[in-house]
């Protein structure tokens, strides 16, 4: 009888590159600055590593394909080295391959490492491919990703009946609260306090999003070095921080194809939630989980996860919102190192740099003004594709 | 009716965000059945967003004035009294005037 | 009796005043001035001849049934392929058996009233039931031409049959004249054009009256006998000379909508044969007259199946759908006659996978999804494993199409970053009566036309053009209407 991943993987280190506009770095050198931080965190050397995974999304524009371009600049000693890719869960699955060796007692000591180099394509954007396959790119609409999220904003201020001015100020919280935040954090890419009025007058994008809705493209990498908890407390003198929870969700196809879905949620973060909640043996989430980094590319996906992750009331997520229940100084602090807001969003790197920031936090590691109270338990959560077909995971990790 | 605080925005002042920026260029106040609108000149650049290069100008309406510039905000702005205009005919009508007086305008919204 | 069963139109909703023309361009054509009256029809950035000529189509198809057409004709100088049947695309568009003649009707402007006069001796002889025939043109003039003034967009289609007919088809009468008054070789844009009085002195003056003269001796008529004479002469003057020359009575001489659509082309005598079937009453006779190679002539008689006529747009009702084009540089983007930036990421390379648009040809073209049998439940794109969670039946679906159902907008939105000929770019999800949803694009609307809720019909679109491979590629967007139909 399956007993699942709880407590059974302890995170020996972790490391992460700043994220930006990294013009002086090819993927390359982002995955050997991740690497080295990591494995100096880990105080093992490269030759216990048994086993790695290697999470890129888009590797037409950066590393190419497969396990090899992680061995060969590693320079890994004929390991397996495996390729995943699931949209932006792209390093959450890496992070799960490593765990899911080690809890099989396969390996001792695996790597997990995701990178994505974005800012080679020339202008500015991802890179147009046909992403959800050739048919639908014969016949999807020439949409972006703001355009498509926006509709999740509207659909979910008419199914609960909010006021576009509460709506529009419970994003600029939202936002506002990451940037001041992202403020204090030398890896991210914007640090830069900003002010709600400053977001709310800034231009909208697809209405209701504007700017500040919506998040960049930019480069990084992050890892992590995974092992048993016994090895881990034999090596270090503290308590490790424990893998209690890692689950994907992934679209049905009833969203866009049935007609039952209210375009107001995320039906995956929900399922996805609720099987990391099972599986870490939360039954209160509200009340059990510290802190979050969920994947805010807008805020509104942001707002609508705060109920889909059941730490908010269906409907209600705007009442918390403004009484800075996800603040930094809130209940549960959500986006402690910035988000994607500040970050950006190479995709292949951003699961593992919000496990990179909940395993900080866990462990204490942070200045005074950054650190999250008590944190006890850390959920990250990332949502790749469209609000009706995408893929979610939820990752839980405590101490 | 929704009335509130507005606090000007300081002109020609860029902010900054993660693909670009923006600012406004005027303020201006805009005669319309017997009340005064307030509105924003504004232009923006999108540099670098997931989904390509942009730009475009914009104009931001936060309603009648009730108060002109009546106090000042902590961060040295001054507020004025403004009621936002949420009618969809009046709504239609300020915007299609605004449009033909700033030909290259597109965007207009009321905050 | 063969004749026309039932009929159809469509007018761009774009229109673009003459007066705009001449502003641009008149500063390098100052004789210019004396066509900028009224406006011009102008198709969309994302229309052509093959999408307006099946809005045309479905407009005439309303409440017949397409698996009883046997065939379809498609008349148009300004086809999107040169080879690739464009018959065949909308034959697949509207759903048509598989086994029905198709052909592509071109080269002259008289092709219309040409595949018009064989469908209708197809069906006299009995060699086919019912045949569509549909007609349109989106034709080019250069910059600062007299051509740009005078042309303008349309289509007109009609099912051909011979039961319950509304216009009886009595006789045709053709000259086939290699009389080049304009011409356009298979490497051109634009047509090259001779001198207007050769044209009209050698060419209406003289071909017209012999066509007309001709149909009526072989069909016995006389020229008092008829309630409307439809003949496209884009000559004012020689207009008004033809019809003193055949004694027409100038209340019967058919308007050739001039400024409100513009010269269009092969479509054009076929679009006032429209018109002038939306105004007849039964015992009308219409006579129908093309030019350009020569000329055909038809005779019609209206029967009282006309008053069944009704739930159609045609020419009249899209006449009042408009829309100002506000700038004419938009217009010459749209027909793509100016080089344009439409940054890098708009330059991403698509490759058109023929294999695929093969086996996917009815959900793409036809907008055929899928109905689960066992749960009844409506799938767009068709499926093989139903959505229903409740369900999940493998391979137990039927064809539904999607493109006649009424459906309404669940969600939406303007995106400014888009790239786009017309920002913002709007699309959204659209949910069908019935069950299914899907997301596609909106268009011929602006922002403000987009609410949640409001009911959209389907439209045929050309969905991108591929300039390097020169590939022509269609798919279905959805247009906010005002009101249920």
């Not at chain 1, 954007?125 to 396959?133: E, V």
């Not at chain 3, 019909?457 to 591929?466: A, E, G, N, P, V």
Request: net charge neutral; proline share 4%; with cysteine.
């Amino acid at each position: 009888m399956a007993t699942g991943i709880r407590d059974k993987v302890a995170i020996l280190g972790m490391g992460c590159t700043r994220f930006g506009e990294r013009w002086e770095s090819g993927a390359e050198d982002l995955i050997v600055e991740a690497f080295q931080e990591a494995l100096v965190d880990a105080g093992v050397e490269k030759k216990e590593i048994q086993a790695a995974w290697f999470g890129t999304h888009i590797d037409e524009v950066n590393v190419g394909k497969g396990g090899i371009p992680l061995s060969t600049t590693l320079k890994l000693p004929f390991i397996p080295v495996t390729r995943t890719e699931n949209y932006c869960a792209t390093g959450t699955e890496a992070f799960r391959g490593a765990c899911y060796a080690v809890a099989a007692g396969v390996y001792d000591i695996c790597l997990a490492l995701g990178v994505e180099k974005l800012k080679d394509t020339g202008y500015g954007g991802l890179p147009a491919t046909a992403a959800f396959g050739q048919m639908q790119a014969l016949i999807g609409p020439n949409a972006t990703a703001p355009g498509l999220f926006a509709q999740l904003a509207t659909s979910y201020f008419a199914k609960y009946g909010v006021d576009a001015k509460v709506g529009k100020r419970a994003l600029a919280h939202i936002s506002a609260k990451s940037h001041a935040n992202g403020a204090l954090n030398p890896k991210a890419h914007l640090r830069r306090a900003v002010a709600e009025d400053q977001i709310i007058n800034a231009p909208m994008i697809a209405y209701p999003l504007g700017l500040f809705d919506c998040c960049g493209v930019s480069d990084g990498a992050a890892a992590a070095i995974v092992t048993t908890p016994e090895i881990a407390r034999s090596l270090k003198k503290e308590e490790p921080v424990l893998v209690k929870a890692l689950a994907i969700s992934v679209s049905s196809g009833e969203e866009s194809l049935f007609n039952t879905w209210d375009g107001a949620h995320l039906e995956t973060t929900y399922r996805a939630g609720q099987m990391a909640f099972k599986e870490a043996g939360i039954k209160k989430p509200r009340e059990e989980v510290s802190m979050m980094e969920v994947h805010d590319c807008f805020s509104i996906t942001e707002l609508t996860v705060y109920e889909d992750l059941q730490i908010s009331p269906r409907g209600r997520a705007i009442d918390d919102i403004m009484d800075g229940f996800f603040d930094l100084q809130g209940k549960v602090p959500c986006q402690p190192d910035g988000g994607l807001k500040c970050f950006g969003h190479p995709i292949g790197a951003s699961g593992l740099r919000m496990l990179y920031e909940m395993y900080k936090q866990l462990l204490e590691r942070w200045p005074e003004e950054r650190r999250v109270k008590n944190p006890r338990i850390g959920l990250t959560h990332n949502l790749g594709g469209i609000p009706s077909t995408n893929i979610c995971s939820v990752a839980i990790i405590g101490r | 009716m929704p009335r509130g605080e507005f606090a000007h925005p300081e002109l020609n002042a860029r902010v900054e965000f993660f693909g670009g920026s923006y600012l406004f260029i005027e303020e201006g106040r805009l005669p319309y059945q017997g009340k005064e609108v307030l509105y924003f000149l504004g232009l923006v650049d999108v540099e670098a967003s997931c989904c390509g290069r942009g730009g475009w100008a914009f104009i931001k309406v936060p309603g009648y004035i009730l108060s002109w510039k009546t106090a000042v905000n902590p961060f040295g702005q001054p507020v004025s009294e403004v009621e936002g205009i949420v009618a969809e005919d009046d709504q239609k009508e300020v915007r299609k005037i605004l449009q033909e007086k700033y030909p290259g305008f597109r965007q207009v919204e009321f905050l | 009796m063969a004749g026309i069963v039932s009929y159809g139109g469509y007018v761009p909703r774009y229109r673009l005043k003459r007066m705009a023309i001449f502003q641009a361009m008149g500063w390098i054509n100052p004789a210019n001035i004396m066509l900028a009256q009224g406006e011009k029809a102008v198709a969309n950035s994302d229309e052509d001849s093959a999408t307006i000529a099946t809005a045309a189509s479905i407009d005439c198809l309303r409440g017949f049934d397409r698996s009883a057409v046997d065939g379809l004709f498609f008349a148009s100088t300004t086809l999107p392929y040169l080879e690739r049947q464009n018959a065949g695309i909308i034959a697949t568009a509207l759903n048509l058996r598989e086994d029905v003649r198709s052909a592509d009707f071109s080269g002259a402007l008289k092709a219309g009233t040409s595949a018009l006069i064989s469908a209708l001796e197809g069906v006299a002889a009995k060699s086919a039931k019912q045949i569509l025939v549909c007609t349109a043109d989106c034709r080019l003039g250069k910059m600062g031409s007299p051509q740009e003034m005078i042309f303008g967009d349309g289509a007109a289609a009609f099912l051909v049959g011979d039961e319950e007919v509304i216009a009886e088809f009595k006789g045709s009468y053709s000259l086939t004249c290699d009389f080049v008054d304009h011409y356009r070789g298979s490497k051109s844009t634009f047509d090259r054009q001779w001198e207007d009085r050769w044209i009209r002195d050698l060419g209406f003056e003289e071909f017209v009256p012999k066509v007309v003269n001709g149909l009526l001796k072989k069909c016995h008529a006389k020229i008092a006998d008829f309630a409307k004479v439809i003949f496209q002469c884009s000559y004012d003057a020689e207009r008004k000379s033809l019809s003193r020359g055949l004694k027409l009575d100038p209340a019967r001489v058919q308007d050739p909508l001039q400024t409100s659509i513009g010269e269009t082309g092969t479509a054009h005598s076929l679009v006032m044969l429209v018109k002038a079937l939306e105004e007849a009453k039964p015992g009308d006779k219409l006579l129908v007259v093309s030019f350009g190679s020569g000329c055909d002539a038809l005779y019609f008689e209206v029967t009282e199946n006309i008053n069944k006529m009704k739930g159609r747009m045609g020419i009249q009702g899209h006449l009042a759908n408009r829309a100002e084009m506000t700038s004419y540089q938009k217009y010459i983007v749209f027909r793509g006659m100016v080089p344009v930036d439409i940054g890098l990421r708009g330059e991403v390379d698509f490759l058109t996978r023929w294999s695929l648009v093969w086996r996917k040809r009815k959900a793409i073209l036809g907008l055929i999804g899928s109905r689960c049998k066992r749960c009844g439940s409506p799938q767009y794109p068709p499926q093989r494993v139903c959505a229903n969670p409740a369900c999940g039946a493998v391979d137990e679906m039927e064809d539904y199409s999607f493109a006649d159902k009424k459906g309404h907008i669940l969600s939406y939105t303007g995106d400014m970053l888009a790239a786009s000929y017309d920002p913002p770019e709007m699309y959204g999800f659209v949910e069908f009566e019935g069950g299914g949803r899907f997301q596609c694009n909106f268009t011929d609307c602006t922002l403000d036309d987009l609410k949640v809720g409001a009911p959209v019909s389907l439209t045929f679109r050309r969905k991108y053009y591929d300039e390097k491979r020169d590939i022509h590629g269609y798919f279905w967007k959805a247009v906010p209407r005002k009101e249920a139909a």
